[in-house]
């Protein structure tokens, strides 16, 4: 009984797609996560967000790890909870997930597969857009609206924040890198798509 238990939860734990080896090349990426290209170049054609600024987003949100969640918060170093429902590549919280699958038409999309969440990344940037005039292009603003929110970026909240427009720097910096890489590894990638 212990041997089947035991068995049992390495292959649950096996379920999980590690991420990817090595995160700072979106080449290498697309290599090893074949199938990530096609999810995220659909939502750069139906959302017009570039891939590189979608990556990067998420890199910075989980590392590319699928099921990520911010750490528990401990007391007397024993782990309690989760200080927010953010889950997933994109660390989605589950009012904004929610808002997202009834206006997207996406309903079936899950937080924890990056198809979905390149999507929803592409209707957030579009609304970004709509609503506060940020371009898909401006990876740095984009996630500082995807960070506090439509409204908190309309009341500048992260200027309190210096810390998070240092990570809105490295996502902008992260986007311009694998810009740089992914137009050395496009045409392989398009041509693999076709």
């Known amino acids: 009984m212990k041997k089947t238990f035991v068995l049992g939860l390495l292959l649950l734990a ?4 590690a991420p990817p080896r090595n995160p700072a090349d979106i080449c290498a990426i697309f290599t090893e996560k074949d199938d990530w290209y096609e999810g995220v170049r659909q939502a750069e054609l139906k959302w017009g967000l570039p891939i590189p600024v979608q990556m990067a987003i998420i890199r910075h949100e989980s590392d590319f790890v699928e099921d990520a969640r911010p750490p528990k918060v401990r007391f007397l170093g024993i782990p309690l909870w989760h200080p927010t429902s953010a889950y997933g590549y994109g660390q989605v919280l589950d009012g904004t997930w929610e808002l997202y699958t009834e206006r997207s038409g996406n309903a079936g999309g899950d937080r924890d597969d990056l198809a979905d969440v390149a999507d929803f990344l592409g209707w957030y940037a579009h609304q970004s857009q709509n609503r506060l005039g940020v371009s ?6 984009l996630y ?18 210096p810390w998070l ?15 740089r890489q992914l137009y050395r590894c496009r045409p392989d990638r398009e041509a693999a798509a076709d």
């Not at 096996?14 to 797609?17: E, L, N, Q």
């Not at 898909?136 to 603003?141: G, I, Q, S």
């Open 144 to 161: 500082l609206a995807y960070h506090e929110g439509w409204g908190g970026w309309q009341r500048r909240s992260y200027l309190s924040k």
């Open 136 to 141: 898909k292009r401006d990876a740095y603003n």
């Open 165 to 179: 427009m240092n990570i809105a720097r490295k996502v902008a910096a992260t986007a311009q890198t694998y810009e």
């Open 14 to 17: 096996g379920c999980a797609a």
